[in-house]
């Protein structure tokens, strides 16, 4: 009875629970080596041409088809123009990518992670990269947020996929970027001023899915959680933080680069 019972749920969830792509690290190559390190070289070299210093970069970790309806991309992180020490001991410059990663084998924990262009696009479905440049003002203040090590102060391990921005409650990714971006913008890191700003200034995206559906995540998916909303659930995206940053003038430019070198506006 209990086989039965585990199977029906393992049915139940593939059928109707939407498939979320969280922030892991490990994922599998669907490319060639040579495929993905010259696709993060182009997005370095674009980054560079435009003169950021610290843009946001998002990546696409599952098919199109799987993902909720209004989500193009399924992680994001903050890239910073760095000194990056080699295995060699040589020290070369390039973009570091600060991301909040799920912790292997335990999904509903996060971490914070530094990595390079290859590792971040190294398991993508889709060689395909978001790229947000904020002005060159709020750039410097994510910069120095990160430098002063405040982005740690900003972090919380519990993690859910849908978390909502406007408390503290849960975090992925994308508000744990939001987080940065607001603690530049207000140049403060109380998490409670932060989240009644964050509520007055920024629209989330809806998450449309059924009440049932996000139910089963509820009580067998570990990094889906909806205790952290009433009513609709609202989450951040890539696209959101873009929109945010639009609407309040603190937006150079906003992209998808693809692996034929195609540019194309986000917003």
């Known amino acids: 009875m209990n086989k039965l019972l585990s199977l029906l749920v393992t049915v139940m969830l593939s059928v109707s629970l939407p498939v979320f792509a969280g922030s892991a690290q490990n994922t599998e190559l669907q490319f060639s080596a040579k495929e993905v390190d010259k696709f993060a070289k182009s997005v370095e070299l674009f980054a560079a041409k435009e003169g950021a210093r610290a843009f946001i970069i998002a990546r696409v970790g599952r098919p199109k088809k799987d993902l909720p309806e209004g989500i193009s991309f399924t992680h994001t992180a903050i890239a910073v123009y760095s000194s990056i020490t080699l295995d060699t001991g040589e020290i070369v410059k390039g ?25 971040f696009f190294w398991g993508v479905s889709n060689l395909k990269a978001g790229i947000i440049i904020p002005t060159p003002e709020l750039q410097q203040r994510i910069i120095n947020v990160i430098a002063t090590g405040k982005d740690k102060q900003l972090h919380n391990e519990n993690y859910s996929v849908i978390a909502n921005p406007f408390n503290n409650r849960f975090q992925n990714c994308t508000e744990h970027t939001l987080n940065i971006l607001n603690a530049g913008v207000y140049q403060t890191t109380d998490m409670t001023q932060l989240k009644n700003n964050a509520e007055q200034h920024f629209k989330p995206q809806k998450i449309k899915a059924s009440p049932f559906k996000l139910l089963l995540g509820n009580w067998f998916v570990d990094d889906v959680s909806t205790k952290d909303h009433s009513g609709k659930v609202y989450t951040t995206t890539f696209t959101t933080i873009g929109k945010y940053l639009q609407n309040n003038e603190l937006l150079s430019k906003a992209v998808v680069l693809n692996k034929e070198g195609e540019v194309e506006q986000l917003l």
């Open 95 to 119: 973009y570091a990518i600060h991301n909040l990663y799920q912790k292997e084998g335990q999904a509903d924990k996060s971490e914070l992670v530094i990595d390079y262009p290859v590792d």
